[in-house]
């Protein structure tokens, strides 16, 4: 079982977003990814991830056709009804379809919160580290660039 600290970097590949910030929360039951527009137009659903001040804001729409809504408790104890889609999160060299909520997320530090629905059984959390997966990432590709080089 691979463990992971208080955030880290993850990527969404189904969405084209690699490496964006992530915050570790057991006391969040679901996943949240933060969405600064979302509407449903013909029954299909349309959002725009993060916001324009973000550092990784793309300004894309994105469209999914299969998609729910769920009342949620924020934290501030506050139920909120959201769009739920389903999408693969990469953590560590493991591809994990899961649910996110879209929400907004504005205030808050990290643009994705990872909850313990997709961590239980999978990850061990030590709120004393951070970014291990993105760093045995980064070590990866500095050893095949390395070996690259070698093999020349």
């Not at 469209?63 to 999408?87: D, H, L, M």
């Not at 997709?118 to 580290?129: C, P, T």
């Given at each position: ?138 070590s990866l590709?500095?050893?095949?660039k390395k ?6």
């Amino acid at each position: 079982m691979e463990t992971l600290g208080r955030s880290d970097r993850v990527d969404l590949p189904g969405l084209g977003l690699y490496n964006i910030h992530a915050k570790i929360d057991t006391g969040a039951y679901t996943c949240s990814l933060h969405c600064s527009r979302a509407e449903v137009v013909n029954g299909v659903l349309e959002f725009v991830l993060m916001d324009d001040e973000h550092p990784e804001f793309t300004g894309m729409t994105f469209v999914f056709k299969e998609f729910t809504s769920r009342a949620i408790r924020n934290s501030f104890g506050i139920v909120e009804q959201r769009y739920i889609i389903r999408t693969t999160v990469k953590i560590f060299s493991e591809e994990i379809i899961t649910e996110f909520s879209l929400s907004d997320r504005d205030e808050m530090r990290f643009p994705i919160l990872l909850g313990r629905k997709i961590l239980r059984h999978r990850f061990l959390i030590d709120v004393s580290k951070k970014n291990l997966s993105y760093r045995r990432k980064r070590s990866l590709k500095k050893k095949i660039k390395k070996q690259s080089r070698t093999d020349l």
